[in-house]
């Protein structure tokens, strides 16, 4: 638990909280974005012995990788952020710079990208009201996360039942 | 007012270890994914 809190406070002081993401610098929350994710590599890979906590892992290192090989931060194609803001919004967007300070994103084109199978290049699909981008790694997260829970909830009610015998 | 009172300290008198155990995995699990993942809401964009 400590670990996760440890791992997880860089990326809530340089990307979730609006007063502290304000006051860090674009150098230094690619450094707390790549220190959390080490250090939550660390968590996950302490506790593989969990179900879905490597497929989760695979997740974290495609996630991690893609950061790494791309300056710090994850990029974002300009293909998904086109079909997720209209024009006059994606106008105002730099190639080559951080989306937001709110962001971990970095807007590249494709052909800008190393390892870009790995970057933001998916987008949720148009029914849904709550638009996002997203990555392989993210899916692998998911997809880990999902198993955790459901490995987890099948174990409870296996032990409840043959308590109940 | 008292009634409330003593509903909520009932409720809480109910919150033992498992309870406890089982809010602080799911908040754990919370900061693992949200720290592993970085997907991208449309509402952070160009903020």
């Known amino acids: 638990m400590w670990l996760v809190t440890l791992g997880f406070l860089p990326q809530l002081i340089a ?93 590249l084109p494709e ?21 996002f981008a997203f990555s392989l790694g993210d899916v692998l997260v998911a997809a880990g996360t999902f198993w955790l829970l459901l490995i987890g909830q099948l174990r409870t009610i296996q032990s409840t039942e043959s308590g109940d015998t | 007012m008292k009634k409330t009172i003593n509903h909520f300290t009932l409720s809480f008198a109910k919150i033992n270890n498992t309870h406890l155990q089982v809010a602080l995995m799911l908040l754990t699990l919370v900061m693992l994914v949200l720290g592993a993942g970085a997907p991208e809401d449309v509402g952070t964009i160009g903020r």
Do not use: H
């Open chain 1, 111 to 131: 052909t800008g990208i190393l390892l870009p199978w790995l970057a933001d290049r998916f987008v949720s699909p148009p029914f849904l009201s709550y638009r």
């Open chain 1, 15 to 107: 990307f979730y909280l609006p007063y502290t993401r304000r006051l860090l610098s674009d150098e230094l929350a690619s450094l707390s974005l790549v220190c959390s994710q080490l250090m939550l590599l660390i968590f996950t890979f302490a506790n593989l012995r969990l179900p879905g906590m490597p497929i989760l892992l695979l997740g974290l290192v495609c996630n991690l990788g893609v950061i790494l090989a791309n300056g710090g931060f994850m990029p974002l194609t300009v293909d998904a952020a086109a079909r997720l803001v209209d024009q006059t919004a994606l106008n105002n967007l730099a190639v080559g710079e951080r989306v937001s300070n709110a962001s971990k994103d970095i807007l």
